[in-house]
Structure formats: C-alpha cells, structure tokens
C-alpha cells in the first residue's frame, strides 16, 4: 500500500438547517487502499461521500482529492472518480445499455469493452429498459457505471444493497481485482461483515462524528465474535475460564460468549463435550457499538 | 462530452416533443383553414338587425322613431346604447304608440325597440342608429373587450387573413405553446431530481453550468423546430385557401422565438429554484397567465397602458409583422438579454445550491 493521501478530509462539517449531518470530521483515504467507512443509517456516511464529491456544499473544513480542492475542482476530480450513490434513479424509458453509454461518454470514455466486461460478470441484461428492472439489477447498473470509466478512485455507497449474496461474493471478487490494478476504493456500509471480508481498513461514524478508525485486522481483534454452542448434556461455566474469552452465560444446555483471542483453545476444550450445534457470527454493527467501548476501544 | 446532454434531452423526450409539434402545427394550419368560412359570414353583415323596421328622423335637436305597428304588442321597449350589440344599454321609453321622440345628441346613438306582447313576453322589432352604417362586428372589434385581442390595432378586421389569424391564433399563440413549454423545461429540471438522477449525472465531469445550458439549447431548438415546422404549414394552409402573401406568417411565427426562450429560461430557473415539478410547473404556468393578463388589461383599459412594457407578450409585436411588415430589432434583443439575465440567475442558485439527495 502506497502512503499517498487520495481522500483527505480535515474537519469537515456539514450542516442542513441546525441539523447536524458531520461535524468537524478527519480522515484519510490513502492510494491503493479499500476503506470501508461504516455506520448505522442516518449516521453522516453518505452526507460524507456526497460532500466529499461537490454534491452538497461544505458548511466547514477541507476536502482535497488527489490533492485538489473538493468545491474548486470538483469536476477535475470527478475526471477520476468513479461514484455509487447509495440512491439513485436513471432513466426509465430508455435502455441500459443507452444509459451507460451516455454516462461513459460523458467521462470522455470512448468505446464499450468495459460495459461488455462488466455487465457479464454482473449478468446484467444491457438490452432491457431500466425502468423494467428488478431492483438488484437496478443496482448493477449502478456498480457498473461506477467501474466502467477505469478511474483512480471509485467510491461506493453501500454498494450491495440489493444484491443476492452470490452476487455479493461477485462483486467482493471485483472489488479485490480493482484493487489489484492500483485502484483506490471509498466504500460505506452498514454490515460489519462485508467491511471485514473486503476492507483493508475501516472508519467508523455514528451520529456524524467519526467514532473510530482502525486496520481491520486489529478491529476484528478488538471486536471478537460471537460464539454459541448447544452441548449434548449442559455445561460448567469455568471451562470457559480463559483469555481471550468473556461476557460467558450458560442457559440449560446453550452457553454464549464471545471470543476475541484463543479461539483455537475454546475448540478444543468444548470438543471434549459431546457437541449438538455450534455457530460463529460477526457482530452486527449494534452489538460492536454496545461491546466496542466496553473492549477499550480506542479513539 | 460537448452536447451529450443536449442529445440526451432529445432522446428520453422526442415521443412527447413529436405529439406536441403535430398538434401546434395542426392548430396553426387548422385557423387558416377556417378564414374562407368566417371572412364569408362576416362579409354578409353589412347592416343592423331589423333596421327595415326602425324608421329614424332627425329634426335639429330631436330624434323621432317609429316602427311598424302589430297588433299582437300592447307595449314598446325603446332602449339605447352606444354599441350596436347593446349589452350596456340602457331603456329610454315605453310607450304603446308606434312612434317616439328624443333628444338628438351629438354622441353615436343605437336604439332597439322590443315589443311587449299581452302574455309579457318581449320580442326584438328591430334597430337603428344615428352613425353611419357599420358591420356591428368591426364596432365589436373596437370595444375595450376586443381590443385585447387585437392589440389595440383598430385596423383589424376580419375580412382580411392577416387580422382573421392575428386575433384567432396569434393572440393566443403564447398560450398554446408556452404552457407546453414552460411544462418541459420544468420537467427537464426537476425530473432529475425527483428521479434522483443527479448524484450519477454529477458524478461525472459535468460541470452545473453546461448541464444547464445543453438543456436550455437543446428545449430552444426544439421550439425553434416546432415554430420552423408550424410556420411552414401556416404559409402552405393560407396558400390552400386562396390567400396570398405567405412568408409573412412564416416570420411573424417564427420570429416568436426570442419569446419562448424567455419562458424556457424562466421555467428552468423556477425549476432550479424548487426543485419541485408541483411548485415550479405552478409558478411558471402563474408567469405566464398573469403576464398574458397584464399584457390584455393593458391594451383594454387606457389606464392600464403603462404596464405592457413589463410583460413578455409586449416583446413579441406580431401584428407589426403581419400587418405593416415591420420587425423590431430592439425587441428581439430586450428579449435576448431577458434571457440572459435569467439563464445566468438559474446557473448562479445551481451552482451555489446542495443536491439533495
């Protein structure tokens, strides 16, 4: 990973009215990189990517783009950039493939090998009306049109909303590619799981401040997972007496926990117990809030 | 990408922009079709109704009319205005003698004399008047009512194409096209926001200003096609009839454009403004209306003359085209700069503005 700075949000605030949208935000998006940029609905994550692109007008702070001015140049930047709105609409008489078309000349992009390549990996249909769309296809429209220019940057607003989940996985498996050519990659989202699976990085906002930003190796220790398992015959809480293991609770023969380190030594004391079902899950972004603090998570 | 957006417009518009330009055309070929028919039933009035029946002498300073007497009336009406289609009128006698006698004035007079029958009911006998004999349409034409519709020209009649077109089609032109118009400049603007198309269109390098202007270019050039086209059938309708003197219906048509590019402008301003279809497609409409009222208010009532030069409609002198074949230069370029004004007013709030989302 490169030490460029491509996104460099420096106490960023936004203000509807007297309604808060960011305040006094800082971040950094360096070059090469897949940020995720995670937060429940409504916390500031697409007022942030709208402002950053010159959609709404700052009420203070900076935003430079690959070193340009967010409002000054926004247009030279948008050269570059390639954007998944998390709500959009286009035209709904006209064909996909026309859409497309016009937005990718309008990027000075000639030629349609990146529509082909991209709307097959999709398996989105080019020839139908988007108006005729399902609402995944509709988004695949979107993931398309924000990849098909090949820009530098491209930034997603939670970008598989509406997508099954094995176009989900088709779509991380993009995401990994683009990053492989040098791309760098702006994503919000609200699923934990998708940021882990995906991001090299994550910052985190709620209620318009960013609350956190963290290597995603380091998040998930910090954040551990949830672990429960259902025993044949019950089961003493103080086997579960270890490090790396906490908020322990037996229920008949059910215990939950959650395991942030030694996974590998829960295993395989409980499989000395005769095991009926056993299931590991990644927070939802509620539960890491509730645990993040209490875990010594840091600003 | 120069013109993509321009292109655009036309694309996602041309069904609605087709329909359109059919019913204009058919609308101005359709009036002159009509002028053989009308000139015709206005050509035989040539005198009041029932004069052969009013008998008038003037004697120095009295009028004496008589009529003739039937038996089935027990009483007469005589009653006067000063038009001929006595809508103001006001009654001067009863009496039950055939015969009457008034002060004579120097002011043009018309009296009726309606009979009274024994059962109450009143019949119209028949008129005269002290002016020289009329058409009752042409005085029509120069009451204050008609006189909106003519601009104020009093030489405009009706057996003539050019007046026919300039009070059936002319005078109402701004409306038939403006509505429409003013309809699609706000929807080109507030579609995409309301069908959340912006955040895509301005993810790409396109900068506010020029989505704006490819707009406002691409709307002119269609009015500028719909006017070209309506001209053409105009001058090839009034031709089929018989008239001659063609291209200058063409002109004073086409010459209307300046006009609608005030309007186009004004209605993608409020559309920029609002970002609301309901709201702007209202206030453009409301434009429109009230400046078209002015503009008739101002040319009904003398009092009311000052205010022409405030609306739209004023800049667009078709009569003087149609009837003297003159156009104004100076009119054309208020218009121009009315244009400008606005389209720079709607780049300036776009500019500054968020996009909601």
């Known amino acids: 990973m490169g030490k460029n700075i491509v996104i460099d949000i420096k106490d960023l605030t936004k203000m509807y009215g007297d309604v808060v949208g960011i305040k006094n935000l800082d971040l950094k998006v360096y070059d090469g990189e897949i940020m995720g940029f995670l937060g429940p609905n409504g916390s500031g994550k697409t007022t942030t990517i709208r402002t950053c692109l010159g959609l709404l007008k700052k009420t203070g702070g900076d935003v430079n783009i690959f070193g340009m001015d967010s409002h000054e140049d926004s247009v030279n930047i948008r050269k570059r950039t390639g954007y998944l709105p998390g709500d959009f609409g286009l035209y709904n008489d006209l064909k996909v493939m026309t859409i497309l078309r016009y937005l990718l000349s309008q990027s000075g992009v000639s030629g349609e090998s990146s529509i082909k390549r991209l709307s097959e990996l999709l398996e989105l249909d080019l020839k139908r009306r988007y108006g005729d769309l399902s609402k995944g296809n509709r988004q695949k429209v979107g993931i398309v049109q924000a990849f098909m220019a090949d820009q530098d940057l491209i930034i997603l607003d939670e970008p598989t909303s509406g997508l099954d989940p094995l176009m989900q996985q088709k779509f991380y498996g993009l995401l990994r590619e683009e990053k492989e050519k040098g791309k760098t990659i702006f994503m919000s989202s609200h699923i934990l799981a998708e940021v882990e699976e995906v991001c090299d990085r994550a910052a985190i906002i709620r209620g318009g401040e960013l609350q956190v930003v963290e290597d995603i190796h380091s998040l998930k220790e910090k954040m551990g997972k949830k672990l429960v398992i259902d025993f044949e015959n019950g089961v003493e809480q103080d086997i579960f007496d270890m490090e790396g293991v906490e908020d322990v609770k037996i229920d008949g023969r059910t215990a939950t926990m959650i395991v942030t380190s030694n996974l590998d030594e829960v295993i395989k004391k409980v499989s000395q117990q005769n095991i009926i079902n056993m299931s590991l899950e990644t927070f939802s972004l509620d539960q890491l809030f509730l645990t993040y603090y209490s875990r010594g998570g840091n600003r | ?357």
């Open chain 2, 1 to 357: 990408m120069l013109g993509r957006t321009m292109l655009m417009e036309f694309r996602k518009s041309w069904k609605g922009f087709t329909i359109f330009i059919i019913v204009v055309v058919f609308t101005a070929a359709g009036m002159a079709q009509l002028f053989p028919v009308i000139s015709e039933a206005f050509e035989e009035v040539d005198e009041l109704e029932g004069e052969q029946f009013v008998h008038m002498e003037i004697e120095e300073d009295i009028i004496h009319l008589s009529w003739k007497e039937m038996d089935d009336f027990v009483e007469y009406i005589v009653i006067e205005d000063s038009h001929p289609y006595m809508v103001t009128s006001g009654v001067v006698n009863r009496t039950s003698l055939n015969h009457t006698s008034i002060p004579h004035t120097e002011e043009v007079r018309y009296f009726a004399v309606i009979g009274v029958t024994d059962e109450s009911s009143k019949i119209p006998i028949g008129m005269t008047s002290t002016a020289e004999p009329r058409d009752p349409i042409e005085e029509l034409m120069e009451t204050p009512f008609y006189r909106m519709f003519t601009t104020g020209r009093a030489d405009i009649t009706f057996e003539e194409i050019e007046g026919f077109l300039s009070v059936e089609l002319y005078s109402w032109w701004i409306l038939l096209v403006g509505i429409y118009l003013a309809y699609i400049s706000v929807k080109s603007i507030t579609e995409d926001f309301e069908e959340r198309r912006m955040d895509i269109i301005f993810s790409t390098p396109l900068p506010r200003r020029q989505y704006l202007l490819e707009k406002f270019f691409a709307l002119s050039l269609f009015t500028l096609l719909m006017l070209v086209l309506s001209g053409i059938f105009l001058m090839l309708s009034v031709h089929s009839v018989g008239e001659a003197g063609g291209s200058v219906f063409f002109v004073s048509l086409v010459t209307s454009w300046p006009m609608f590019l005030v309007i186009i402008a004004v209605s993608m301003f409020l559309g920029v403004l609002t970002k609301s279809s309901r709201i702007a497609v209202g206030a453009s409409f409301a434009v429109i209306l009230v400046q078209y009222s002015l503009f008739m208010a101002g040319h009904m009532v003398e009092s009311l003359e000052f205010i022409l030069p405030y609306t739209i409609s004023y800049y667009w002198d078709y009569n003087s085209i149609l009837l003297d074949g003159i156009f104004k230069l100076g009119d054309f370029l208020v218009l121009s700069l009315l244009t400008f004004i606005v389209l720079a007013a709607a780049i300036y709030v776009f500019d500054k503005e968020d996009i909601p989302a």
